[in-house]
């Protein structure tokens, strides 16, 4: 990381522009999920994910297995990647056997975190992304800033700027005119591309089918009109049945943006057959690690269960303060603290878990009731044992710890800041915490046995 937390946090606290353009979107979010949780047994059918999901990856070996044999059955070519140099030959090798010069791409932020588009802009290959989001941000040199929403800390006027340094005539910022702008110049990358490019956000073991979603219908595009199709998929993101895709389904499009079901939900199974006039001609199917294996069997195994909705970065106060770049990784908010440093080898990004304030608001949004905030302190102790605050930091929390831990030092330092309460913002709280916030007064110590003799318990 090219920057600590905590100076990438300040600067996105600078700039009031991403505060704004990341709380009207994640409110967007938030509300429509509201009105999309229209069922009477959600939280059952929460319990019933969360049992399903981690019965499947305490069996994963074999349920993967049963897809691959399913997948081949078909016609579909399956490869293994071990990690993410793996995933990238792979893919650049089926790329550059078939002579391929332009690839399209639907929206996956596995390909982003292997990097793939690096790969294969270095091998000679054009890579052009497909979903709007994804088109603007690659057109801006930038990353996700969220994973359902990539370029959503964007306005339309800097989308308007964007698109104008590739336009032959001016932009106006407006939604439908910048849209339109962005049909007519994806169209014609479709019918060029020879080889499609897509994630998969569940694989179904029992047929081998690859389920895509989607609202924009380039997923259609580019899993039907090139002659290669190249799916890479996240090794936990399957189901063994189609009756456990369909409880995931229901929970999916609604935690994401608030639909009953998305406007695309695209089955692929095998390539092309013969007599068909749509679909390409091979469908390779790359499985990937990258890390993911080491959590089984661990206390973070419950991290693979999740289904990528971006629920819990639309409640989080902290990702809605400082947008996703702030992470500086592919995956940000709680989900994204979570699993960024439990997939480095490096072990690195372990300050990530400190952007919480372990309110508990994801795991109340998340759909399969991952408990995030008890693996970001899981993290947080992983931290501290290794060293990662600075000294200063470590000092005062074991101060802290030593004082409070008696009661009688407890009393005097709650009843000296509950005095003091009006000098504190001058004195002992932190100018840059102080700054924008008001410092609540102390209010004293309970005594239980005036609570006693009163009468109050």
Same mark, same amino acid.
């Not at 504190?424 to 102080?434: F, N, S, T």
């Given at each position: 990381?090219?920057?600590?937390?905590?100076?990438?946090?300040?600067?996105?606290?600078?700039?009031p522009?991403?505060?704004?353009?990341?709380?009207?979107? #994640?409110?967007?979010?938030?509300? @429509?999920?509201?009105?999309?949780?229209?069922?009477?047994?959600?939280e059952?059918?929460?319990?019933?994910?969360?049992? #399903? =999901?981690? &019965?499947?990856?305490?069996d994963?070996?074999r349920?993967?297995?049963?897809?691959?044999?399913?997948?081949?059955?078909?016609? &579909?070519?399956? @490869?293994?990647?071990?990690?993410? &140099?793996? !995933?990238?030959?792979?893919?650049t /090798?089926?790329a550059?056997?078939?002579?391929?010069?332009?690839?399209?791409?639907? $929206?996956?932020?596995?390909?982003?975190?292997?990097?793939?588009?690096? !790969?294969?802009?270095? &091998?000679?290959?054009?890579?052009?992304? #497909?979903?709007?989001?994804?088109?603007i941000?690659?057109?801006?040199?930038?990353k %996700?800033?969220?994973?359902?929403?990539?370029s959503?800390?964007?306005?339309?006027?800097?989308?308007?700027?964007?698109?104008?340094?590739?336009?032959?005539? *001016?932009? %106006?910022?407006?939604?439908?005119?910048?849209?339109?702008?962005? =049909?007519?110049?994806?169209?014609? $990358?479709?019918?060029a591309?020879?080889? +499609?490019?897509t994630?998969?956000?569940f694989?179904?073991?029992?047929?081998?089918?690859?389920?895509?979603?989607?609202?924009?219908?380039?997923?259609?595009?580019?899993?039907?009109?090139?002659?290669?199709?190249?799916?890479?998929? /996240?090794m936990?993101?399957?189901?063994?049945?189609?009756?456990?895709?369909?409880?995931?389904?229901?929970?999916?499009? =609604?935690?994401?943006?608030?639909?009953?079901?998305?406007?695309?939900?695209?089955?692929?199974?095998?390539?092309?057959?013969?007599g068909?006039?749509? +679909?390409?001609e091979?469908? @390779?199917?790359?499985?990937?690690?990258?890390?993911?294996?080491?959590?089984?069997?661990?206390?973070?195994?419950?991290?693979?269960?999740?289904?990528?909705?971006?629920?819990?970065?639309?409640?989080?106060?902290?990702?809605?303060?400082?947008?996703g770049?702030?992470?500086?990784?592919?995956?940000?908010?709680?989900?994204?603290?979570?699993?960024?440093?439990?997939?480095?080898?490096?072990?690195?990004?372990?300050?990530?878990a400190g952007?919480?304030?372990?309110?508990?608001?994801c795991?109340?949004?998340? *759909?399969?009731?991952?408990?995030?905030?008890?693996?970001?302190?899981s993290?947080?102790?992983?931290?501290?044992?290794?060293g990662?605050?600075a000294?200063?930091?470590?000092?005062?929390?074991k101060?802290?710890?030593?004082?409070?831990?008696?009661?009688?030092?407890?009393?005097?330092?709650?009843?000296?800041? =509950?005095?003091?309460?009006?000098?504190? *913002?001058? /004195?002992?709280? *932190? $100018?840059?915490?102080?700054?924008?916030?008001?410092?609540?007064?102390?209010?004293?110590?309970?005594?239980?046995? $005036?609570?006693?003799?009163? /009468?109050?318990?």
């Amino acid at each position: 990381m090219t920057a600590n937390l905590r100076s990438r946090t300040a600067t996105a606290l600078g700039n009031p522009g991403l505060r704004k353009a990341i709380r009207d979107a #994640t409110d967007r979010f938030t509300t @429509h999920r509201e009105e999309g949780l229209d069922l009477a047994n959600f939280e059952e059918l929460r319990r019933a994910a969360r049992a #399903t =999901r981690a &019965a499947i990856i305490a069996d994963l070996p074999r349920i993967l297995g049963t897809f691959a044999d399913a997948a081949e059955g078909v016609g &579909a070519e399956v @490869h293994w990647a071990g990690d993410a &140099a793996e !995933a990238r030959a792979i893919v650049t /090798g089926i790329a550059t056997a078939h002579g391929v010069e332009l690839a399209v791409k639907a $929206k996956s932020m596995l390909t982003e975190e292997i990097e793939l588009n690096e !790969a294969l802009e270095t &091998a000679g290959i054009e890579v052009v992304e #497909t979903d709007l989001g994804e088109w603007i941000i690659q057109l801006a040199g930038q990353k %996700p800033s969220h994973i359902i929403g990539p370029s959503l800390h964007l306005s339309k006027e800097d989308v308007a700027e964007i698109f104008n340094r590739r336009s032959d005539r *001016p932009l %106006p910022a407006d939604p439908e005119a910048l849209c339109a702008f962005a =049909r007519a110049s994806l169209r014609e $990358k479709f019918l060029a591309a020879d080889i +499609g490019i897509t994630g998969c956000n569940f694989a179904v073991a029992e047929t081998g089918t690859v389920i895509l979603v989607t609202n924009e219908g380039n997923g259609r595009m580019v899993t039907s009109l090139p002659p290669v199709h190249v799916v890479v998929m /996240g090794m936990e993101r399957i189901v063994e049945t189609w009756d456990q895709l369909d409880l995931m389904m229901n929970l999916l499009p =609604r935690s994401a943006t608030g639909q009953k079901l998305s406007v695309y939900t695209t089955q692929v199974t095998g390539p092309r057959r013969s007599g068909e006039t749509d +679909g390409p001609e091979e469908l @390779h199917i790359v499985i990937v690690d990258n890390g993911r294996s080491n959590l089984l069997g661990t206390e973070f195994q419950e991290m693979l269960n999740c289904i990528r909705c971006g629920a819990c970065l639309n409640v989080c106060p902290v990702y809605r303060q400082i947008g996703g770049h702030a992470y500086e990784s592919v995956y940000s908010g709680p989900m994204g603290a979570v699993l960024t440093p439990l997939l480095a080898a490096t072990g690195t990004s372990l300050d990530l878990a400190g952007a919480s304030t372990l309110c508990g608001a994801c795991y109340d949004a998340c *759909p399969v009731q991952i408990p995030l905030q008890d693996l970001l302190l899981s993290l947080r102790r992983i931290n501290a044992d290794t060293g990662g605050p600075a000294w200063s930091e470590r000092a005062g929390w074991k101060n802290w710890a030593r004082a409070w831990s008696r009661p009688g030092m407890y009393r005097k330092t709650v009843t000296a800041a =509950r005095r003091g309460s009006g000098a504190l *913002p001058a /004195g002992l709280v *932190p $100018k840059g915490w102080r700054s924008g916030r008001t410092v609540p007064e102390a209010r004293g110590t309970y005594d239980l046995r $005036k609570a006693l003799r009163d /009468g109050k318990i």
